[in-house]
T-cell receptor, first 110, second 114 residues
Framework: DAKTTQPTSMDCAEGRAANLPCNHS???????VYWYRQIHSQGPQYIIH???NNETNEMASLIITEDRKSSTLILPHATLRDTAVYYC???????????FGKGTLLTVNP | DAGITQSPRHKVTETGTPVTLRCHQT?????MYWYRQDPGHGLRLIHY???????DKGEVSDGYSVSRSKTEDFLLTLESATSSQTSVYFC?????????????FGNGTRLTVT
């Protein structure tokens, strides 16, 4: 699986959009970009995933660049409950062994 | 939330004793996983299952065994617990292999080996 690079931490004001970047410059054509988050003491939570096109669901939007070498997770109106570690993962369907890196600690401030 | 129940939620045990953690799902998903999470190491895969009685090792499988006799249950056993196995253990499930469909995680079991 392609390796990902994320900032260690980010801050965001409550009510504003949170934009979390992820670099995956070695991504292959058949690899998906997944985002998970982990709120303190809880299990990781799936947020969204995509292959080539931008995706949106009730939680977030995923913007993938045209060359697929980077992506951005957007939380449109961050709340205090969005404070968590966010993991960007790149994987294809044949690999069971997903690798969770250190992720980005997003802190939403009042 | 995905129907995943881990039990027990907390356990303290002594070095050398056997311990079994249980993961129960109500989603009828084919794939099940056991991860451990430790400070500085992130989530690491211990074992996974791709069907009843079909299991395989992950990256940190030494000292652990698993069994899956029914679709809904995936058991993780520490045959003789050691202090290095003090960790938070997460079970996860997915409809297809981890990459085609997302993983859904349980809320974890905090295990302390004294």
């Amino acid at each position: 699986d392609a390796k990902t690079t994320q900032p260690t931490s980010m801050d965001c004001a409550e009510g504003r959009a949170a934009n979390l970047p992820c670099n995956h410059s070695t991504i292959s054509g058949n690899e998906y970009v997944y985002w998970y988050r982990q709120i303190h003491s809880q299990g990781p939570q799936y947020i969204i995933h995509g292959l080539k096109n931008n995706e949106t669901n009730e939680m977030a939007s995923l913007i993938i660049t045209e060359d697929r070498k980077s992506s951005t997770l957007i939380l449109p109106h961050a709340t205090l409950r969005d404070t968590a570690v966010y993991y960007c993962i790149v994987t294809n369907g044949s690999n069971y062994k997903l690798t969770f890196g250190k992720g980005t600690l997003l802190t939403v401030n009042p | 939330d995905a129907g995943i129940t881990q039990s027990p939620r907390h356990k303290v045990t002594e070095t050398g004793t056997p311990v079994t953690l249980r993961c129960h799902q109500t989603e009828n998903h084919r794939y099940m996983y056991w991860y451990r999470q430790d400070p500085g190491h992130g989530l690491r895969l211990i074992h996974y299952s791709y069907g009843v009685k079909d299991t395989d090792k992950g990256e940190v499988s030494d000292g652990y065994s698993v069994s899956r006799s029914k679709t809904e249950d995936f058991l993780l056993t520490l045959e003789s617990a050691t202090s290095s196995q003090t960790s938070v253990y997460f079970c996860a499930i997915s409809e297809a292999a981890g990459g085609v469909s997302p993983l859904h995680f349980g809320n974890g079991t905090r295990l302390t080996v004294t």
